[in-house]
């Protein structure tokens, strides 16, 4: 079965220090990932994502994802965290044969001002 | 632009009651989806309707969930009867089209607790 890991479940940083979240996948073939992005009482929204192309993608607010084929990987980066990036952020995957998206169970992210 | 309408957005139930959400897309939109976010894990697809025709509906649980989207717009979910392993939030979301890259736009969601 198809399946995304995020290792990372909590994850607390001070303001200004650098960010990765990881997200592995179990697919096989041409995928298509996405980091998607939940503010507190906020609707989930996109954030980055990549289907093709320069495998470094740079999404909203100066976050950006890097897909390694070899490593099955599509890891979120950010150089320096703001307070406001205190959030949920999922990883899903689609593609491999399957329409489904699969998204990973989550990392939640608390910034200290 | 309006964004993704649902209601309610918060429902307690019994289990073996039954339930319904409704949900509005974005205007034309014509992908709708319908996911369920257990506590501590990602949305997990139920289905997928393009214009009023289903998808995929590979991980809905058809003995207890349905859904429709009659007219190719508005969407209800139902669960008849609701289990306590269906306390969750129920996300819809919506895409302009149908590919694996369009961008999905959620809904806030409706969380359910079956007591």
């Known amino acids: 079965a198809q399946s995304v890991s995020q290792h990372n479940h909590h994850v607390i940083l001070s303001e200004a220090a650098s960010l990765e979240l990881g997200c592995n996948y179990s697919?096989?073939?041409?995928?298509?990932l996405f980091w998607y992005v939940q503010y507190p009482g906020q609707h989930l929204q996109l954030l980055l994502k990549?289907?093709?192309?320069?495998?470094l993608v740079k999404g909203i607010k100066g976050f950006e994802a890097e897909f390694i084929k070899s490593k099955f990987s599509f890891n979120l980066r950010k150089p320096s965290v703001q307070w406001s990036d205190t959030a949920e952020y999922f990883c899903?995957?689609?593609?491999?044969?399957?329409?489904?998206?699969?998204f990973g169970r989550g990392t939640s992210l608390i910034v200290h001002p | 632009e309006a964004g993704v309408a649902q209601s309610p957005r918060y429902k307690i139930i019994e289990k073996r009651q039954s339930v319904a959400f409704w949900c509005n897309p974005i205007s034309g939109h014509a992908t709708l989806y319908w996911y369920q976010q257990i506590l501590g894990q990602g949305p997990k697809l139920l289905i997928q309707f393009q214009n009023n025709g289903v998808v995929d509906d590979s991980q809905l649980p058809k003995d207890r969930f349905s859904a429709e989207r009659l007219k190719g717009v508005d969407s209800t979910l139902k669960i008849q009867p609701a289990k306590l392993e269906d306390s969750a939030v129920y996300l819809c979301?919506?895409?302009?089209?149908?590919?694996?890259?369009?961008?999905?736009?959620f809904g806030p969601g409706t969380r359910l607790t079956v007591l």
């Open positions: 697919y096989g073939g041409t995928v298509n």
């Open positions: 899903a995957v689609n593609g491999g044969g399957s329409y489904i998206p699969t």
């Open positions: 990549y289907f093709s192309g320069d495998p």
């Open positions: 979301a919506s895409s302009l089209g149908a590919s694996q890259t369009d961008t999905q736009y």
